[in-house]
């Protein structure tokens, strides 16, 4: 065992969204910081030039297995690496709206209300959208919540491929709005994220430290149980110890829990600050079908996402429940998710055998139907004789179906009015599965309440004094849009409770 010579303020496990972000904020206090990261440095080619390779090789698939409910094997899509998922995230950076922080009743159940309200949440989202540098229009989506100002960067315009299509849904009564878009305005990295906009400018300052290739594997306390004391870690096959008054996990939803759940000890018998047993349960992931409509005439396969749809999100004249948010796919030679829809794939070539990879990819304009799962106690983590499980069943599924549907009409609609589209009326469609982990939230819950919930307002553990998880873990409800603005803005809110902590 290696115990490092230093003794820190801050020691931040994960860099992705929560903790990249944080490390950012924190930096200007000159107080020292360690950021511990079990990936490296992503390549730059690997991060924006995808291929037709993608479809064949399971390129953003993390190196280790996982197990579902009944015992089988299968490899998370997940990226351990400097920036965390937002390396390969596709930087649609959207607010939750005023009601998604309230009790909103879906179709099959509640979605519960935070603690915490949009009000407290706006000027975070204000400090993120400015930070991510994010594109948009306001004024355009009729769900937007309120803001307090406009966006730092105006939206840019639509790919040719896109504008007739965004025009001819807007004549169906649609209201399509201009998508945040986190933007580093690079030619060679063009979308922002927690590298370019946490990490990297953390490191300017003196007091921020890095090490890559670093598993955190425990959190030690100490006798009491009441303060995490350092956490342990695997350096090259070595184990390690590193210590810091104060500890932050921000290793993902998933990756969190598992932390807490590995850490039991005497006083935390069933996982450290799992008092509640919340911890790893109510894993929530957003339900996502792509859709695919064909093109007549190739495009370029490279043009970015940058039209969302949200006049189902509370749902409509027909479902008075909530039915989520539409928005593109980026061309699939850009847009890596798109790998991930093998139903897709397989869908497209039995119907349509001559037609090749990279036709599909060049002929194809793709769409997300994304609906808000409920949080679920039995939808949970959990670790087995050092093995990860993942019991995981969708719900609200009903919702998610007449959003599809819906947006069948819409599409269906516009291609009858226009000679953009092939005329084989084929709309392949499929459900991610579950080893895309991508949206994953939740199973650390936040609440004020320590017999329901992992974490207090400001994100710390209910059972110890000094230890936060600043991920996706904290969300007690999963919304109908992508989670990472809103861990961002997290991080930033954590940051000032932790800022003024360390006076
Ligand atoms: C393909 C894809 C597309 C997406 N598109 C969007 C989008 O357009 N909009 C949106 O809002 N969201 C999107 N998301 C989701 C978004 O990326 C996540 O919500 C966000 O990154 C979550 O931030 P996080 O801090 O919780 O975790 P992450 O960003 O995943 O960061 C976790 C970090 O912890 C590190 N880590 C994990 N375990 C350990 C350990 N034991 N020791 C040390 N380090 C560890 C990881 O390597 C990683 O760096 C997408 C995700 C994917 C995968």
Redesign the pocket.
């Known amino acids: 065992m290696i115990i490092d010579d230093q003794h820190y303020d801050v020691i931040i496990?994960?860099?992705?969204?929560?903790?990249?972000?944080l490390a950012r904020k924190l930096a200007p206090s000159g107080k020292r910081i360690l950021l511990?990261?079990?990936?490296d440095a992503m390549p730059l080619d690997e991060q924006n030039i995808s291929d037709v390779d993608i479809f064949q090789k399971q390129r953003?698939h993390a190196p280790e297995q996982w197990y579902d409910e009944d015992g089988e094997p299968f490899t998370p899509?997940?990226?351990?690496?400097?920036?965390?998922?937002?390396k390969?995230?596709?930087?649609?950076?959207?607010r939750m709206r005023e009601k998604d922080f309230e009790t909103v009743a879906h179709q099959d159940g509640i979605s519960p209300e935070w603690c915490l309200k949009y009000a407290d949440f706006e000027p975070y989202y204000a400090e993120a959208e400015a930070l991510y540098q994010v594109h948009g229009q306001s004024g355009a989506d009729p769900t937007e919540p309120s803001r307090s100002g406009e966006y730092p960067y105006p939206a840019v315009a639509h790919d040719p491929t896109i504008q007739p299509v965004v025009e001819g849904i807007a004549k169906q009564g649609c209201h399509p709005y201009p998508l945040p878009m986190s933007l580093s305005l690079r030619e060679d990295d063009p979308t922002g994220d927690?590298e370019v906009f946490g990490v990297n400018p953390a490191l300017d300052f003196g007091n921020v430290a890095l090490k890559t290739s670093?598993?955190?594997?425990g959190i030690l306390t100490n006798p009491t149980g009441t303060v995490a004391k350092a956490v342990q870690?695997e350096v090259n096959g070595q184990p390690y110890i590193f210590m810091a008054d104060i500890i932050v996990l921000?290793?993902?939803?998933i990756?969190?829990a598992?932390?807490l759940l590995q850490s039991a000890n005497e006083k935390h018998p069933t996982g450290l600050a799992n008092g509640s047993d919340q911890v790893g349960r109510n894993l929530m992931k957003l339900t996502m079908s792509s859709v695919v409509e064909v093109t007549a005439q190739p495009n370029s396969g490279k043009f970015p996402?940058s039209v969302g749809i949200n006049d189902y999100y509370w749902g409509d004249g027909q479902f008075n429940y909530p039915m989520g948010h539409i928005q593109n796919m980026g061309g699939v030679l850009q847009d890596?998710?798109f790998a991930?829809s093998p139903p897709v794939l397989s869908l497209i070539t039995k119907f349509m055998p001559n037609f090749g990879l990279k036709q599909l990819a060049t002929r194809s304009i793709a769409w997300w139907a994304m609906t808000e799962v409920l949080p679920d106690p039995k939808n949970r983590v959990e670790v087995k004789n050092g093995k990860l499980y993942v019991s995981y069943t969708t719900n609200n599924a009903e919702a998610h179906d007449r959003l599809v549907y819906r947006w069948l009409d819409v599409l269906k609609a516009v291609e009858k009015d226009s000679s953009l589209f092939s005329r084989s009326g084929m709309h392949p469609r499929g459900e991610v599965p579950l080893p895309?982990?991508?949206?994953?939230?939740g199973t650390c819950r936040m609440g004020t309440d320590p017999a329901t919930s992992v974490l207090d307002i400001h994100c710390r553990a209910h059972e110890l004094d000094n230890l936060y998880v600043?991920?996706?873990?904290f969300f007690p409800s999963s919304s109908s849009?992508?989670?990472?603005?809103?861990?961002i803005a997290n991080?930033l809110r954590v940051g000032d409770h932790l800022l003024e902590r360390l006076g």
Do not use: F, H
């Not at 600043?470 to 873990?473: E, T, W």
């Open positions: 496990v994960g860099t992705g969204a929560g903790g990249g972000t511990l990261e079990r990936g953003y899509q997940a990226k351990y690496t400097i920036g965390g998922n937002t390969i995230y596709g930087a649609a950076l959207q927690a670093v598993k955190v594997t870690a921000a290793c993902g939803a990756n969190s598992v932390l996402r890596a998710i991930e895309v982990m991508a949206n994953q939230c600043v991920d996706s873990s849009v992508g989670p990472a603005l809103t861990v991080a």
